[in-house]
């Protein structure tokens, strides 16, 4: 059986993943409005940020009531996609070309797959290419929600992601022609102080999603991965865990990893 406590990265499995449905909801919910607001979700390290926005996209044709309508794609930017606007737009092309052929419902019964694929492949595919694309698909009455992850690499390199490249986005959300969800940990509002050169709406667009710590229930949910008929862990190492992990996300991880390899993923 593979260790289902882990504390590095994203959760990647889905069967892993844990409470976050008041989240999920709340992000649904607003995805579904006829203008979609943007939003900022905003946490501290290991809160569960990334791994709510890989949810997001696992998850939405299942949730959404018309998903034939929406594309969803997880972009996390690190220093490689965060060297340049190019590589910028890149990343996110890719991501949406990727996630065309996996697509399930609707999309490639409404359009044929070189339609949307042809304004990504633009060469060089700059901030023209990029605009003109994400439009071209909001014109085939598609909706790209773009949740991209660790979103403070581009906003501390102002020489790199000028105030312009912002000004793009934001008449992009303006115009409804895409949803951002933006996982930061402080607001984009408050990254955006004190840097001169930041004078765009972009930074006031986000309606906030503060990512909090796990409630008891969903604490317990998380001891008892996979699953709560048929745990990992002893009821004994369960409590351990908990009580360890003071009812936190990243701890009852931790502390629950540490009672799985001590015990060689004991059973009850």
């Known amino acids: 059986m593979n260790n289902p406590f882990f504390t590095t990265g994203a959760i990647s499995e889905r069967r892993h993943f844990v409470g976050r449905d008041r989240n999920l909801r709340e992000i649904f919910d607003r995805a579904s409005m006829s203008t979609p607001p943007s939003l900022n979700l905003v946490g501290a390290a290991r809160s569960g940020k990334s791994s709510l926005l890989r949810q997001v996209c696992r998850t939405y044709e299942t949730v959404m009531p018309r998903p034939g309508d929406v594309v969803a794609v997880y972009v996390e930017f690190g220093r490689v996609n965060s060297q340049s606007e190019a590589a910028f737009y890149q990343a996110i092309a890719m991501a949406l070309l990727d996630e065309i052929p996996r697509k399930r419902t609707g999309l490639l019964q409404q359009f044929k797959r070189s339609e949307l694929e042809k304004p990504l492949k633009v060469e060089p595919f700059d901030r023209l290419a990029f605009d003109r694309a994400l439009r071209a698909w909001r014109k085939a009455n598609i909706l790209p929600i773009l ?14 992601f000028p105030n312009d490249f912002y000004e ?88 629950a990893g540490v009672c799985s390899r001590r015990s060689g993923m004991d059973r009850r």
């Open 168 to 255: 793009v986005l934001r008449a992009l959300v303006d115009d409804g022609v895409v949803m951002l969800a933006i996982a930061s940990r402080q607001t984009i509002a408050d990254y955006s102080r004190g840097v001169k050169q930041f004078t765009s709406r972009f930074f006031n667009l986000f309606q906030t999603l503060r990512i909090e710590d796990l409630g008891e229930s969903e604490a317990w949910d998380l001891v008892r991965l996979p699953s709560s008929d048929d745990p990992a862990l002893t009821e004994a190492n369960q409590a351990i865990a908990f009580d360890w992990g003071d009812g936190m996300r990243f701890g009852c991880r931790r502390r």
């Open 147 to 160: 949740c991209l992850d660790h979103f403070e690499y581009l906003l501390n390199k102002p020489e790199v």
